[in-house]
């Protein structure tokens, strides 16, 4: 239960960001907001950077015991080049982290080959791969 009412408080919250970050030729956005549960209030706040072919995001989340959650995530993509890469890091209350690296390149028109890695809270690292077509 802990678990999906912070996974729900922090998908809101990143929501919102987003909603809020506008356009592409938006620059900078900061959003911040709080939310009450029956575990008390959870505070968050984020600061969007986009360019064009471009997304950094960094966000802290507090919770109503004053651990803290911040997250740093940053997008790049080429749809001339038929590239995209996404890397995110999470540095949890408890002082553990996770860590997220995926890349994705075109090899042909609809056909991506694709690689994400995956580095738990317990150290333990996942990676896929594989080739991803796109039917007509």
């Known amino acids: 239960m802990k678990f999906s009412v912070q996974a729900a408080a922090f ?18 956005r900061h959003v911040s907001g709080s939310w009450t549960t029956h575990r008390g209030t959870y505070t968050g706040s984020a600061d969007v950077v986009r360019t064009r072919g471009f997304r950094s995001r960094d966000a802290i989340f507090t919770g109503p015991n004053g651990g803290q959650r911040t997250v ?3 997008r790049t993509w080429s749809r001339r080049d038929g590239t995209y890469s996404h890397d995110r890091d999470v540095n949890f209350a408890d002082g553990t982290s996770r860590t997220v ?9 609809g056909t991506w080959d694709y690689s994400r890695t995956v580095t738990g809270r317990n150290g333990e690292t996942r990676t896929w791969d594989g080739t991803i077509t796109k039917g007509p």
């Open 11 to 28: 998908a809101a919250v990143i929501i919102a960001g987003l909603s809020f970050a506008g356009a592409a030729e938006a620059r900078a």
């Open 72 to 74: 740093s995530d940053q």
């Open 101 to 109: 690296d995926a890349d994705a390149n075109r090899v042909a028109p």
